[in-house]
């Protein structure tokens, strides 16, 4: 084991005077994840330039030095291992094999005199030292000032386990690539909270990450994307690179679990080599997200071979026993069309293409048994039959896990609606762009991987939890870090602390000294944003109320003169009331300072908008098409080979949608809406539109200006009862991988007293 770590350890806390001393001393307890049973006790174990360490075999010394290193930065001075065995002023990590322990299980004894660290293994005692580690006291968490010996930590004796085996965390380096010096900084810091598991998924359709030195082209072709803009995305690691991480983890007590996806997400396979299918087609590595209909064949034989050939290097990399082959989202209608896949359906007496899945993971397993690896799938394989021996990740949903489980199967809970860190941790409205979803922080605290459902000699076969990062809309490291911290966090205290010990009151507390291991990781972690009002744009007529709230309790300073709120603003208390045009800024404050992003609202007081004089109108609206690829309706300027119809509903200008496969380019186009729509009585209306840009009365009510057009854009708008000008402007393209016709092309309102949308349908809009 390797000593190498960046400089810093584990949480700091608050410091105060000892009562008989001018020696700092740590009087909180505050750990996380909480531990098993912690019991304080009298007095004071002091930590000065005498103490040492005491090891009773090589591999225990090996982990003194690893954290005799860390001590070091904090302290200035390097502690040395005693081998005189003189017990007094030491602290003793003793490894006995024949202790009745977990395999992660220690116990942590503090008294006046020694500190005592008992494990049945290496990693039992790594554990105890991390414990250990949090007890030590700093003066102040934002300076550079390092620990002055000596020091006293308080009395207490520590008996901790985990609850699950699997601790996990997941990252996605297909979509967007990530260089290892980032996940190395991210096993660091996980290690730090006892994660244990490394899933990292290597291949999909939108590129293969990983070095095969039998197949060239999967790097060579399959690791570079080109996008709809012309720009490529690319990047993969050689298999020394790998080494690298693997064994850096390794040094942390973290597994990792390699992801090679098959038969499904495998484009990127494909478009270097299209044998392996069961077309004859030419691939080129998918760049929109979404579900590739092209897939590996199982009729053919090189399929497997290629299977193996791949699983007999990556074996050479990844020492730990259990391998993710996917099995997910698997469109089958090449293998209904495919010759050798009714031949093989056939022969092995496959009542239909479920079971050809079936019958290609069970192959797949038995190449990974040749390696001694188990195979771990995501929950659809279970649709076609499993073999006794597969593992289970469930993501769909808890469903696939509970019934894997109850049939004897081990299982890694990952349900997307508590596990899924790339969803919103906060009102999409006011939160930076992420997948979908909503997952606050909460949530995740309190899943529980066991559903009640699982019946009570089957909840063995619960493995753990893990937290999953899908990539699709992270293209920076930054991004990666906002969406998984503090969440991260959370699951860790969920998967190692027992369910009675944990409260989520106690949690939010200890956060606020996580808060300062993740400043000094320069971890963009996530604070919770104001929310309250779904636009940033608040129309009133006569006095307005606005409300905020966060998902967790979180101090909210505030300005109304534009200048950015700071720590002695204004702190919010109860909704705040306007009656004339405004700018307010504001922003959540955490304990030690921190300030979440600022959100600025401008409060606009308006008169409601007379309707047009209109004569006689027809329903619906006009309908005018330009053909080509627009990035920007800037770009729109040939009107001589537009297209005019008239649409009865708004929805219907999209013509073109094709979620999960291929987009028709020849579709691409400007589509201009023109009409007037009608408003039912006087008021101020919000209006929500995924479109880029929505004109009401000649205003100019939305501009959805980033290239990606994924969640509705809201404004507000004062105007009367009639009709009033409508122009409806929707780019049919692509961007970051998300095809604007994936979109449904509406138009919703409601009046400012009302929360619920509703659609603007065809009785509303005329021409």
């Not at 009087?27 to 005498?50: A, H, R």
């Not at 300027?637 to 297209?643: I, R």
Request: hydrophobic content about 35%.
């Amino acid at each position: 084991m390797s000593l190498r770590i960046i400089p810093f350890f584990f949480l700091i806390f608050m410091t105060c005077k000892s009562p008989d001393s001018s020696f700092p001393v740590n009087q909180s307890l505050s750990i996380t994840p909480i531990p098993f049973k912690v019991d304080q006790k009298q007095g004071y174990f002091e930590i000065n330039k005498k103490t040492t360490f005491l090891c009773n075999n090589n591999s225990s010394a090996v982990i003194a030095s690893f954290f005799i290193g860390k001590m070091k930065t904090f302290t200035g001075h390097s502690f040395s291992i005693d081998n005189e065995n003189n017990t007094k002023n030491s602290i003793q990590l003793i490894k006995e094999s024949t202790l009745d322990f977990g395999e992660e299980e220690y116990r942590l004894s503090i008294s006046k005199d020694e500190i005592k660290i008992k494990a049945k293994t290496d990693q039992g005692l790594f554990y105890g030292m991390q414990t250990f580690m949090q007890l030590l006291p700093l003066y102040d968490a934002n300076s550079k000032n390092q620990m002055h010996l000596p020091v006293k930590i308080q009395a207490l004796d520590i008996e901790d386990k985990p609850r699950f085996g699997w601790r996990g965390m997941h990252l996605d380096v297909s979509r967007h690539f990530f260089s290892i010096d980032f996940i190395k900084k991210q096993l660091d810091l996980l290690s730090l909270f006892k994660i244990n598991k490394f899933h990292w998924h290597l291949t999909d359709d939108q590129g293969w990450r990983i070095e095969i030195k039998k197949y060239p082209k999967l790097t060579e072709v399959g690791s570079k994307r080109k996008n709809a803009d012309g720009s490529f995305h690319q990047g993969f690691y050689t298999q020394e690179e790998i080494k690298e991480v693997v064994e850096y983890a390794k040094e942390r007590f973290i597994d990792v679990i390699p992801e090679f996806d098959t038969p499904g997400h495998a484009i990127a396979i494909l478009a270097g080599y299209p044998e392996l299918s069961c077309s004859k087609e030419k691939y080129e590595v998918r760049n929109l997200w979404g579900v590739e209909s092209s897939i590996l064949c199982p009729g053919k034989e090189e399929t497997y071979t290629f299977i193996e050939d791949v699983v007999q290097e990556l074996s050479t990399l990844f020492p730990y026993g259990y391998y993710h082959m996917g099995g997910d989202e698997v469109p089958k209608d090449q293998w209904k069309n495919s010759a050798e896949c009714q031949k093989l359906k056939k022969r092995e007496g496959l009542k239909d293409e479920k079971e050809i899945q079936s019958y290609f993971m069970a192959r797949v397993e038995k190449i990974l048994s040749k390696y001694h690896k188990k195979m771990i799938g995501w929950d659809e394989i279970l649709e076609g039959g499993i073999t006794p021996t597969t593992n289970i990740m469930s993501w769909q949903g808890e469903e696939g896990g509970i019934k894997a489980a109850n049939k004897g199967h081990d299982v890694i809970m990952t349900p997307a609606k508590y596990c899924y860190f790339n969803f919103y941790q906060g009102d999409f409205k006011a939160e930076p762009l992420a997948f979908g979803g909503y997952i606050p922080l909460d949530k995740v605290y309190h899943y529980d991987p066991i559903p009640k459902e699982i019946e009570e000699d089957k909840k063995k076969h619960i493995l753990g939890a893990q937290g999953n990062v899908w990539t699709e809309y992270t293209y920076k490291e930054e991004t990666i870090e906002y969406l998984l911290y503090p969440r991260i966090i959370a699951l860790a205290e969920t998967t190692w602390s027992q369910k009675e010990n944990k409260k989520f009151g106690d949690f939010l507390n200890r956060l606020n000294s996580v808060y300062d291991v993740l400043e000094h990781y320069n971890i963009n972690y996530h604070i919770p944003l104001p929310e309250g009002p779904t636009s940033n744009k608040i129309v009133f007529t006569d006095s307005v109320s606005i409300p905020f709230s966060t998902t967790h309790p979180v101090k909210m300073v505030y300005t109304t003169d534009g200048t950015d709120p700071i720590a002695t603003s204004t702190v919010y208390t109860e909704p705040l009331n306007f009656k004339e045009n405004t700018e307010l800024r504001i922003a959540s404050i955490l304990k030690s300072g921190k300030m979440s992003s600022i959100r600025k609202l401008n409060i606009t007081k308006e008169t409601p908008i007379p309707p047009s004089d209109t004569a006689e109108l027809s329903q619906g609206l006009i309908k005018k098409e330009i053909k080509g690829y627009f990035k920007s309706i800037s770009d729109v300027n040939d009107s001589t080979k537009s297209h005019i119809s008239t649409i009865k509903n708004i929805k219907d200008a999209n013509t073109t949608y094709h979620w999960g496969h291929e987009v028709n380019e020849d579709n691409f186009k400007a589509v201009f809406l023109d009409g007037y729509v009608y408003i039912p009585e006087d008021g101020v209306y919000y209006f929500s539109s995924t479109q880029d840009q929505i004109w009401i009365a000649d205003q100019l009510v939305i501009d959805y200006k980033t290239p990606l057009k994924k969640h509705p854009k809201e404004s507000s708008i004062a105007l009367q009862k009639g009709k009033h000008k409508l122009k409806i402007v929707y780019l049919n393209n692509i961007a970051k991988g998300w095809a604007t016709d994936w979109n449904t092309v509406e138009l919703k309102y409601r009046k400012a007293s009302e929360v619920d949308y509703k659609e603007i349908d065809e009785h509303m809009i005329f021409h």
